[in-house]
């Protein structure tokens, strides 16, 4: 018994110096993970006072049809579309919005954002697309005289 008194206060501070290692860890690890979420928010808050910058020096968001065929006519269009996708992506929690893709698919993406309809074609066709609807229609018109002969 006494030995077992003598050996248990040993054992007793061992323990005891092992809780408070783990305490002092986990309180450090703690410490740790909230600063790295302050950091995090920090550089946020500048990305977004960044954006907003950018995106009145552009001439503010864009809300109407108008403002969007506005948008559309200006030099260097798809940088201002990006910011006004990214704006609504980041202050607005529109998740939804991706910012891949040409300049015709941005801007589809911002009017159904927007639920804005433009009647028409906005875009003029490109080279390409004309010159596949004259093949396609050249085929069709050969494939009705090789039907009727």
Do not use: W
């Not at 740790?32 to 979420?37: F, M």
């Amino acid at each position: 018994m006494s030995a077992g008194r003598k050996h248990g206060n040993g054992l007793k501070r061992k323990h005891n110096a092992s809780v408070k290692a783990v305490r002092e860890k986990t309180k450090a690890r703690i410490i740790e993970n909230e600063r790295r979420k302050r950091e995090k928010e920090n550089q946020n808050k500048e990305r977004q006072l960044h954006l907003l910058n950018e995106l009145l020096d552009q001439g503010g968001l864009a809300q109407t049809k108008e403002d969007l065929e506005k948008l559309r006519n200006e030099p260097n269009a798809l940088q201002k579309l990006k910011i006004q996708l990214r704006f609504r992506k980041c202050y607005m929690n529109a998740k939804d919005i991706r910012l891949t893709g040409n300049f015709r698919t941005l801007f589809d993406r911002l009017c159904s954002h927007l639920d804005v309809e433009f009647d028409g074609d906005l875009f003029e066709p490109s080279r390409k697309d004309t010159e596949e609807s004259s093949e396609t229609e050249s085929e069709e018109e050969n494939k009705i005289d090789f039907e009727t002969t």
